[in-house]
């Protein structure tokens, strides 16, 4: 789908400190955000345990996920991405913000799960929808040390295909689909 001329590259922030602010996003290939009623959705779930609290964005791309959870409230957002264009523009993005609770990680996902864990409360996955990185990492997230008790894991997929084969430990706490877009919230005992 083309997208209008000045829409390209565009994300806007929903709620908290940036509310309504407009970021631009590394114009590489492939990117797309979350789209904003999946992110308004997503974020009145998460609302509660927000402040305060330490995310993991490890498919980081345009930064909707990490830049919202960061405008309400996150004490600490780790952007991790793979290609330097999207972690180079993040930081410049990170400067424009005064982000200074936002780190940037230049890492494949799979990389950065198998180095030090660090506890979060929120990790969002949102891997690109033509490869299986979903299936890869949440194995990885069940590792000791990467998410503390009552974490939350947000896991978006392309809504064609299905949320891939959980191990029993996880819990669907809630989920939907908006368009092509498919999510799930998911717990750990």
Request: proline residues 8%; hydrophobic residues 45%.
């Amino acid at each position: 789908m083309k997208q209008r001329q000045g829409q390209h590259n565009r994300l806007r922030i929903i709620g908290g400190e940036w509310r309504r602010r407009v970021l631009d996003f590394a114009p590489v290939p492939g990117l797309r955000p979350t789209p904003d009623r999946v992110r308004e959705t997503l974020f009145n779930w998460l609302q509660p345990m927000l402040p305060g609290a330490r995310c993991l964005d490890l498919f980081a791309g345009s930064g909707a996920l990490g830049w919202e959870a960061a405008s309400r409230g996150a004490g600490r957002v780790v952007l991790v991405d793979s290609d330097r264009r999207v972690t180079r523009h993040l930081a410049r993005v990170r400067e424009q913000l005064g982000a200074s609770r936002v780190e940037i990680i230049e890492a494949p996902a799979e990389v950065y799960l198998r180095g030090e864990p660090q506890g979060f409360d929120v990790v969002f996955a949102d891997p690109p929808f033509d490869s299986d990185l979903l299936a890869s990492v949440l194995p990885l997230l069940r590792a000791p040390g990467w998410l503390v008790p009552q974490a939350r894991v947000y896991a978006e997929f392309d809504a064609r295909r299905s949320l891939p084969a959980l191990d029993p430990a996880w819990s669907v706490l809630r989920e939907g689909r908006a368009g092509h877009v498919g999510y799930a919230l998911l717990a750990l005992p």
